[in-house]
């Protein structure tokens, strides 16, 4: 249609011509779109005069209050050092659009709080989320603990001893911490293992990331505060526990695959429910574990023990 007749036409002529018009397209909103909304900042715990926060993203539907989501609690890798609690909110992002609630944890680093210092701020994390369940759309039944390296590390740790009396605080001690599932991003599981840490020079010694996680200690000369820091300890035939998707990049030499390989033989000796995938030619942090092909492996693996 020219711009003549165009300009000749009233509106309503227009609106009458709108839909047979070369250069107009429809799309159509079905309700089921979801889009997620930053919450930053949350405090989720006040210890010894410092706030915990966690980044949360929280997904939004057409106004139906009703709805809720599974949760992934997500604990950044750092070394136990302090966190950059931003760095993964474009994964984040990405997850809360395929329906979670997903939430960056903030726990105390190595300088201000020894071991198990991440892992009770990873429970208390856990329950807060339980608690707030209805404020943030959160089904309380179906929540997940995510991490990567250190914080893999952590989300093991939190979810395979969440039924134990163990590195845990009274803070919201009448909800449970339990997750349905434990995913684990090239995660540290033994800091005793010195060839598994090849481009730490000092591993172990006092001033490397697992000495000041126990305290500024060596960790081969306090066996009584390295031993609780290893994962294997924790994982026994005649326990419990959630479901595990494991992930680890053959090419890591910060935190070497040999890790994964050596828990996951624990987990299959023990009869647990593991997954396993190795990722060719993956470095540490490597961004071939956020592809969409890897993001659908985690979703799918999630949403097969969420009820």
């Known amino acids: 249609m020219d711009r003549e007749k165009i300009r000749n036409m009233d509106f309503q002529e227009f609106k009458k011509v709108l839909p047979s018009m070369e250069g107009v397209h429809y799309l159509k909103a079905d309700g089921t779109e979801v889009y997620g909304v930053y919450k930053h900042d949350v405090c989720y715990v006040e210890r010894d005069g410092v706030k915990r926060t966690l980044q ?6 057409k106004p139906d209050k009703n709805y809720t989501y599974p949760a992934i609690l997500y604990v950044q ?4 050092m302090k966190q950059d609690n931003y760095k993964r909110l474009g994964v984040m992002a990405r997850l809360a659009q395929r329906g979670y609630v997903t939430a960056i944890l903030q726990y105390r680093e190595s300088s ?14 856990v329950r ?36 134990e009396d163990c590195m845990d605080t009274e803070i919201y001690s ?16 033994d800091i005793c293992q010195k060839t598994d840490f090849p481009t730490t020079p000092n591993q172990g010694e006092s001033d490397s990331p697992e000495g000041m ?16 820091v290893i994962i294997s300890n924790y994982v026994k035939a005649e326990k419990e526990i959630p479901p595990i998707l494991m992930m680890h990049g053959t090419a890591d030499d910060t935190v070497s695959c040999d890790q994964s390989i050596r828990l996951y033989k624990k987990f299959l000796e023990e009869g647990k429910n593991v997954t396993f995938y190795l990722v060719k030619n993956a470095g540490h942090g490597d961004i ?17 023990y969420i009820s």
């Open 112 to 125: 201000i709080a020894s071991y198990p210092a991440p892992v009770e701020d990873a429970k208390t994390g």
């Open 288 to 304: 071939a574990f956020w592809t969409e092909k890897n993001i659908d492996l985690i979703d799918g693996f999630i949403r097969k």
């Open 56 to 61: 949360m993203i929280v997904p939004e539907m």
């Open 128 to 163: 807060f989320l339980r608690m707030h369940a209805e404020e943030y759309h959160i089904d309380p039944e179906n929540i997940v603990i995510m991490g990567d390296s250190s914080g893999g590390h952590t989300a093991l740790a939190a979810g395979i001893t969440a039924e």
């Open 77 to 80: 890798g750092s070394a136990w």
């Open 213 to 228: 996680l126990i305290g500024g200690n060596n960790v081969y000369e306090h066996p009584e505060l390295s031993g609780p």
């Open 174 to 189: 009448g909800v449970s911490c339990s997750v349905k599932a434990i995913v684990d991003l090239y995660g540290v599981t």
